[in-house]
């Protein structure tokens, strides 16, 4: 019997179905929100690595609410790593919380309480799992 889907899961198959490329949502909201971050981006080619940073971080998040094979401790290189393009921790941890805010706003009434209390606790958890790294690195 196959393994049952997580909340997480569930609700990024829900968003493909409304939407293919959530990219250039997440990235209205991020600067939107925070528009300091538009000048962080390169002026030329920027698209591509911004779909790309976009499908590592879902790929990133779905390993830490899953299986945890691996793919999550990106998040923790990345955050060092993304010291060199002026990007705070803060800010970097941030978001996941852009992710989450506009699959909210897409699912709409689908976005159940139970995907809602599962994007909380991950959410939290990877707020706590980049503050270690930042202890661990000084930084
Ligand atoms: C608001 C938070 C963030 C900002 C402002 C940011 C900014 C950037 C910038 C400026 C670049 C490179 C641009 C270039 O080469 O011109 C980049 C690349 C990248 N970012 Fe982020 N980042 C953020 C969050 C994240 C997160 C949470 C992850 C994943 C866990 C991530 C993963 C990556 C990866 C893998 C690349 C390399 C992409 C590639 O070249 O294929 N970033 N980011």
């Known amino acids: 019997m196959p393994a049952a889907i997580n909340p997480i899961q569930h609700s990024f198959e829900l968003a493909a179905e409304r939407c293919g490329d ?12 925070h528009p300091e971050a538009e000048a962080m981006f ?9 779909g790309s940073m976009l499908a590592l971080a879902i790929e990133a998040m779905l390993d830490f609410a899953g299986a945890r094979s691996g793919h999550f401790r990106m998040i923790e290189c990345e955050a060092a790593s993304h010291d060199a393009y002026g990007t705070p921790r ?21 976005w159940s309480p139970e995907i809602e209390q599962a994007w909380r606790k991950l959410l939290a958890e990877i707020d706590q799992f980049i503050a270690q790294g930042e202890l661990a690195t000084g930084g």
């Open 22 to 33: 959530l990219t250039p949502l997440v990235y209205r909201r991020l600067f939107s929100e």
């Open 90 to 110: 803060k800010l970097f941890g941030e978001f996941f919380g852009v992710i989450a805010d506009t699959m909210r706003e897409l699912l709409g009434d689908d």
């Open 42 to 50: 390169r002026r030329e080619g920027s698209d591509l690595v911004k």
